[in-house]
């Protein structure tokens, strides 16, 4: 059973930088099909952030934030990171950590939530 845990969430000021970490336990990262950050903030649907597919190493992002988050994945810790730099007030959300062996397209997996069968408990980012 493949479980994620999320953390390096918490409040930050404007501008400022955090790191988040997806750690995968029960399957190899490397052989997801497709893992993705997605965030929801109070009262807003939950919005797909980035994605990357672990074999390919394709990556896809949201407008509000490329060229500020970058994802990656660290295939000797089995782990899926979430670099965001330059934050703004309106990243303020949960942050959740998805991973599907559901074959998608990156516009797909950023877009629809549901493809994804396995998620984290997510951490919380403030930007003030």
């Known amino acids: 059973h493949v479980q994620l845990v999320e953390s390096g969430g918490g409040p930050v000021q404007a501008g400022g930088s955090l790191r988040l970490s997806c750690a995968v336990s029960?399957?190899?990262?490397?052989?997801?099909?497709?893992t993705a950050w997605f965030r929801q903030a109070p009262g807003k649907s939950r919005e797909g952030v980035a994605v990357?597919?672990?074999?390919?190493?394709?990556?896809y992002y949201g407008d509000s934030v490329k060229d500020r988050f970058t994802i990656s994945r660290d295939g000797t810790k089995n782990t899926v990171y979430l670099q965001m730099n330059k934050l703004k007030p309106e990243d303020t959300a949960m942050y959740y950590c998805?991973?599907?062996?559901?074959?998608?397209?990156?516009?797909?997996?950023?877009?629809?939530?549901?493809?994804?069968?396995?998620w984290g408990q997510g951490t919380q980012v403030t930007v003030s």
């Open positions: 998805g991973a599907s062996r559901v074959i998608m397209t990156p516009t797909q997996a950023l877009t629809t939530s549901s493809l994804f069968r396995f």
């Open positions: 990357l597919n672990p074999k390919t190493l394709i990556t």
């Open positions: 029960g399957a190899s990262v490397s052989n997801l099909n497709s």
